[in-house]
């Protein structure tokens, strides 16, 4: 099996990049920071531009293209910093009007764990909530989904470690509107867009680290002359590819075990590799200016959606006994 992009592929990976990097710069990203919400102009452009219908048939509006497709988009969207419910409306935009032209959002929520967070609360128009225990095997969870507009949820402000997704803890949301979806479907599939997020914000630390340690001077040499610092940089690459290699095979496979896989992965390549970057940059790294910290705290909250590290382990230790 070939799993080298092709060329669609790669032009849809760099028209995507192309289109964050003019609309979502530095200057927004920082902008960002102060006001997190949702830029509904840029959800528009995004919207316009197939973003969110990416995957619905082509019948239906939608570019009628396929998950390994939505990974390269939420990957470039992850190594952008961009804030938002980018996997809830990928996942969603077949089933709440407007989500596929970016004229509305929605959030995403997991029942099955508390606290229940809600991210970018004022943001969304709707909410849905997935809800289930977890099982043993191949089938992963099973469960219902149910949705609510915004508006008659009960929700208190919950503390976020990344300043650029505001959480809400939801108090109550009305089961009065079921949903009929696959559940352990979309749970694989948010779990396996979140590893791409991840993934991108793993690739775009590597390349902070190794550009300032190609500038930064220290006795009269680039710091990345130094054998300390080439092996952290090496390191965070080989981390970037072995998660780019499992997340990109899940997309064709998606195996239960294989996803669970890539997103313990790409959540350590992210997690790491922000931290040996803040440690390339020295103490600069650690000052509110650097774009370090961002990384680090979008890679922790990451870290914690859609299947956590003790649960991954379990599961593929599972597997490899049954």
């Known amino acids: 099996m070939d799993f080298q992009l092709t060329d669609e592929q790669r ?10 990097a003019g609309r979502f710069g530095r200057g927004r990203l920082r902008a960002a920071v102060e006001d997190p919400g949702p830029d509904r102009a840029l959800w528009r452009e995004l919207g ?11 019948k239906d509006g939608g570019v009628g293209l396929g998950l390994p497709e939505a990974v390269l988009v939420l990957e470039e969207a992850g190594r952008a910093l961009l804030p938002g419910p980018l996997v809830a409306c990928q996942l969603l935009a077949g089933v709440v009007d407007g989500v596929a032209t970016g004229e509305k959002t929605v959030g995403l929520c997991e029942g099955a764990r508390e606290p229940v967070l809600w991210e970018h609360p004022a943001g969304c128009d709707e909410l849905i909530l997935v809800e289930g225990d977890e099982v043993e095997g ?37 089961r009065t509107e079921p949903v009929a979806l696959d559940v352990p479907r979309l749970r694989r599939e948010a ?17 902070m680290a190794a550009g300032h340690a190609r500038e930064r001077e220290q006795f009269g040499a680039p710091i990345g002359s130094f054998q300390a610092v080439k092996q952290l940089c090496a390191q965070m690459l080989v981390r970037a590819e ?14 239960v075990l294989d996803i669970t896989g890539a997103k313990l992965l ?9 931290r040996d970057c803040l440690q390339v940059h020295g103490g600069m790294g650690f000052t509110w200016e650097a774009d370090v ?18 649960e991954a382990e379990e599961l593929l230790a599972a597997g490899l006994i049954a």
């Open 11 to 20: 032009a849809l990976k760099d028209g995507t990049r192309e289109l964050l």
């Open 48 to 58: 316009a531009a197939g973003f969110f219908a990416l995957r619905l048939p082509e």
């Open 138 to 174: 191949a089938r992963g969870r099973t469960g219902g989904a149910y949705r609510s507009a915004s508006d008659r949820v009960s929700y208190a402000p919950f503390a976020s470690v990344d300043p650029l997704t505001p959480l809400a803890r939801v108090l109550h949301l009305p």
């Open 191 to 207: 779990a396996l867009l979140t590893a791409a997020q991840q993934l991108g914000s793993a690739v775009r630390t590597v390349e």
């Open 242 to 255: 072995m998660a780019r290699s499992a997340v990109y095979a899940a997309s064709i496979t998606e195996s």
């Open 266 to 274: 790409a959540d350590e390549a992210a997690v790491r590799n922000a």
């Open 293 to 310: 910290h961002l990384h680090l705290k979008r890679a922790w909250l990451r870290a914690e959606c859609w299947g956590v590290a003790g």
